[in-house]
T-cell receptor, first 114, second 117 residues
């Protein structure tokens, strides 16, 4: 089956620090990959996505590259802000007729201090 | 972008009663919607796939008689938690998809915090 493994948190950083959140996956097909962000008490917002190998998704200074050879999709940001504090989820879309059905990693809590 | 609206955002109910949660796609039609459950500080677990005009498909371990799903129109799916108990307290989130194949993108509602007392 499909699964997503994320770097365990919580992660605590100072403002302007470099961020990496690791994500690896296993999939029976050729999935699409996503990063979602969840702010306290809210639903999920799509942060970025990549639909095929070597694609780089980017948004709001965050980046992640679809690495098929290492089955990874690590999230990076060069300089985090306090407003980036949230829970980050890596996810994959299953493939076939089920790309909308997502498998999520366990989530990583990020706290950024001034 | 596409908007998915979920209602209510919070609900408190007494043990033994039923609660209905609505998920609407506001500016697009969704033949398929998904319902997830999120426990505190944990990930989202898919409960079921809601199919317009047909029966929902439940994931293994999810009681279909307890979590009733109805997808009567292309813009509305409902999840009814029947005979709720405290262990059903959780954060429930729906999503609807746009696109086909690997260009599919899922849009999420804002979630419903259910507390059963």
């Amino acid at each position: 089956g499909n699964s997503v493994t994320q770097m365990e948190g919580p992660v605590t950083l100072s403002e302007e620090a470099f961020l990496t959140i690791n994500c690896t996956y296993t999939a029976t097909g050729y999935p699409s990959l996503f990063w979602y962000v969840q702010y306290p008490g809210e639903g999920l917002q799509l942060l970025l996505k990549a639909t095929k190998a070597d694609d780089k998704g980017s948004n709001k200074g965050f980046e992640a590259t679809y690495r098929k050879e290492t089955t990874s999709f690590h999230l990076e940001k060069g300089s985090v802000q306090v407003s980036d504090s949230a829970v980050y989820f890596c996810a994959l879309g299953a493939g076939g007729t089920s790309y909308g059905k997502l498998t999520f990693g366990q989530g990583t809590i990020l706290t950024v201090h001034p | 972008g596409a908007v998915v609206s979920q209602h209510p955002s919070r609900v408190i109910c007494k043990s033994g009663t039923s609660v209905k949660i609505e998920c609407r796609s506001l500016d697009f039609q969704a033949t398929t919607m998904f319902w997830y459950r999120q426990f505190p500080k944990q990930s989202l677990m898919l409960m079921a796939t809601s199919n317009e005009g047909s029966k929902a498909t439940y994931e293994q371990g999810v009681e279909k008689d307890k979590f009733l799903i109805n997808h009567a129109s292309l813009t509305l799916s409902t999840l009814t938690v029947t005979s709720a108990h405290p262990e059903d307290s959780s954060f429930y989130i729906c999503s609807a998809s746009i696109g086909t194949g690997r260009n599919t993108e899922a849009f999420f509602g804002q979630g419903t915090r259910l507390t059963v007392v």
